[in-house]
């Protein structure tokens, strides 16, 4: 008799799930008042739903393609709490399999990198390919597999493999759609924050990891649009000088448009009314045209020399964009998150920070943040040492932005703990009109002005879907 | 012998052995450097820097037995110098929205193992320490516990030493908490 474990592609989704005291997920929502309960944060049923319903059926981003350049380099890294095998094929193309070996279960590849065109699993020594095929059992002729499976079905579970300005996305779907048909009009921005030259971009070391006692989603929900949090949470950077503004909205990087899709979300920021960059203060910028703007200053990790390839690889509207109100921060859905921004220091010169992170979950109540910092291939070492330097000091571990925010995540799950705080609700009800500013020349849902909590509550409408199987 | 995985590069000058003042001494500096931090008097450790530090703690990963060093020459969990220390002093002290220690994390520096080597640079030693970082936040029970290699360069100056240099090999490849926003 077939084992009845059902496989994820077969799991129904066609309703909405029940929790064990018969509450519906549906009613942990609602879509009136734009309020979540805060039960979604602390209940491990509905964690093993999320590890069940969406990481496995979602885009996944595991790697940098300069992680593993030559054929048979590899690295270990996650979908959900599964541990998959990245690699580098001798043709050149990338695989990615699940690190469970199909014989009793052991964990396959136990080296977090390195080069390998076969794995042996310690345990028996079943022999896998890279990509996931089995090569066969040790002692060929006690047929140690058995004649029971075919090799075929005795190989590791694959997934499909996409890339995306250098990163790799993993999706254990075979019915689900392109990578960029997910990404769909929000790369019209993000490729204007990691896929700006010819060259592209390269990874600078291995992925920094570190682990936060909270929810996943508290990270995720805050980088589906919560610019807001900055004037609070980030405050210090204010009372220190280091974020300012001499435009006419006196809160500093709070003007912009947001664009959005499908729980994805990308902040445009205002530098030509607010300008908070200080190489821009003062300068009337309206007089100048796109290009010398971006001459003037060029985007976070670029040289002027690298300006022209920009007007070359983009169109005018995009260069325009790039000028006058940058992408700089974004998320995809569910639990991916990219900057390109720069900061301002005391000194007054810029460092840039540019990062590619995903929060891992590793249970209700922590996850782990895998972040790459990613620089321009053709940057000169001064530049790269930039970017290397204040990605680690701005975001990241240590960074002293990021630090605030990791200090927070644990206190709403603490809060989500309570049998009162878990009834409480997080709200998204201030809302913005969906409305495009005049001429405004992209793709996707746009919220202008400022940050609202509209993009936020798409990531939970979308978050819904996925577990109630209506997406 | 060190083997091709040891990720430091072994001491090479005179060993100041323990029972040398000047050993005495470093150990002194320490100490008192830990209590600083322990007593999260920011102010006061910046004073023992020295203007060209370097402090940083690259990122280890867990690879083949025998396969080279498990750290990565770039990519880091720390990477500062005087002017983000500084930056980031000033934001613990002298803010009021520095969330990340406010209130003030307990934090206990257990630093043992001490070992001094003259280097090719008079007044320059090279100090490695094993260092235990235990901290603990609001009234969670839970400790974060940070364990490593540090690998200093002390300066002498006129009073005491300043520390040139720190590199901290952490023993754990995904760190095991939120934020590093103390130093060890």
Known sequence: MPLKDVPLKDVPLASSPVLADGVFLDELFDLDYREVSMRV??????????????????????????????????????????????????????????????????????????????????????????????????????????????????????????????????????????????????????????????????????????????????????????????????????????????????????????????????????????????????????????????????PPGMSVDMVDQIVQKFSPEQVEMLAKRPPQVGSFFPNIGGIVMHQPLPDGTLGAFISWRTWVPKGPDRFEVMSWTVAERDSSPELRENVRMFTAATFGVSGFVESDDSDIWPLQQKSARGALGRRQKLRYQTITPEGKPEGWPGPGDIYDGFPKDNTQWAFWTEYLGHLTGRL | MPTADTPYKEATGRRVRASEPLHGDIVEHLEDEAQLLDEDDLMGWIQLLAEDLVYRAPIRCFTERGSGSPFDEEAAHFEENAMTIFLKVMRLTQTSSAWAENPASRTRRIVSNVRVHETDVDGEYRVDSSILLLRSRYDDTHYDLLSGRRVDCLRRADSGFRLASRTIYFDQTALGVSNLAVYL
């Open chain 1, 41 to 298: 944060l602390s209940d491990p049923e509905i964690y093993q739903l999320e590890l069940d319903r969406l990481f496995p059926r979602t885009w996944n981003i595991v790697a940098h393609e300069d992680e593993i350049r030559l054929p048979g380099d590899y690295v270990l890294r996650y979908v959900g709490e599964d541990e998959i095998v990245v690699s580098r094929a001798e043709d050149g193309s990338i695989t990615a399999a699940l690190n469970v070996c199909t014989h009793r279960g052991a964990r396959l590849c136990r080296y977090e990198k390195g080069n390998a065109l076969r794995f042996t699993c310690p345990y028996h020594a079943w022999a896998f390919r890279p990509d996931g095929r089995f090569l066969g059992a040790p002692i060929a002729r006690e047929k140690m597999h058995g004649e029971l499976r075919s090799k075929e079905e005795l190989s590791l579970q694959s997934a499909r493999v996409e890339q995306y300005a250098g990163m790799i996305f993993v999706n254990f779907d075979l019915d689900a759609p392109s990578l960029r048909d997910t990404l769909g009009p929000m790369t019209w921005y993000w490729d204007l924050m990691f896929d700006r030259t010819s060259a592209g971009m390269t990874v600078i070391g291995p992925p920094q990891r570190f682990t936060i006692r909270a929810n996943w989603k508290t990270a995720g929900e805050q980088f589906a649009g919560d610019i807001f949090h900055t004037l609070s949470l980030h405050k210090s950077m204010q009372e220190l000088g280091m974020l300012s503004t001499d435009g006419p909205v006196q809160e500093p990087a709070m003007a912009g448009t947001s664009a959005a899709h499908r729980g994805s979300f990308v902040r445009c920021f205002d530098v030509e009314e607010e300008h908070y960059l200080n190489a821009l203060k003062g300068r009337d910028l309206k007089s100048l045209s796109a290009v010398e703007r971006l001459r003037m200053q060029p």
